[in-house]
């Protein structure tokens, strides 16, 4: 009896461990996001998206040498296509990071906001310093909005 015991112990700690863990922000609709990132010396962009009633505005904007100036409203599918990045990419592992190296005084900095519609965010912050992962995540997102831009500009 104890061995029986013992096993099916052991088999519910194996089958936990095996479950794939669920993204917390699958069963949440994306209400806008806010990333920007950047340095002096390479320029800075900033990137928003916001649901509001007449559709999704997307405002994308360009300092220090970069030529990028727009305003305009989108379908609502943009925001199923981030929520997709955000599902499969390991980008909600970045909420809560904030962290900064403050001996850096022009170092490359990034901010991420999204928000949710139980008003709960995912927020992320770094001034020459990274949460793990960065290099691929923010290649994500700065592909999805460039892929956004150049969609405008056809």
Not at 27 to 47: R, T
Not at 68 to 87: A, G, Q
Request: with cysteine.
């Amino acid at each position: 009896m104890k061995k029986i015991i013992i096993s099916c112990f052991i088999l519910l700690i194996l089958a936990s461990c095996t479950q794939e863990k669920s993204n917390p922000y699958e069963n949440k609709e994306i209400q806008s996001i806010q990333y920007d990132y950047g340095s002096y010396h390479s320029g800075y962009y900033f990137y928003s998206l916001i649901r509001q009633e007449d559709g999704i505005h997307f405002f994308a904007e360009g300092k220090n040498g970069i030529e990028l100036d727009i305003d305009t409203i989108l379908s609502p599918v943009v925001l199923e296509e981030l929520k997709s990045l955000l599902l499969n990419s390991t980008l909600a592992q970045w909420n809560g990071y904030n962290a900064r190296d403050n001996g850096i005084l022009d170092g490359f900095h990034f901010s991420l906001t999204i928000t949710f519609d139980d008003g709960s965010a995912l927020t992320a912050y770094g001034y020459a310093k990274y949460p793990k992962d960065f290099e691929e995540n923010s290649s994500i997102l700065q592909d999805f909005f460039s892929n956004i831009v150049n969609r405008i500009d056809e």
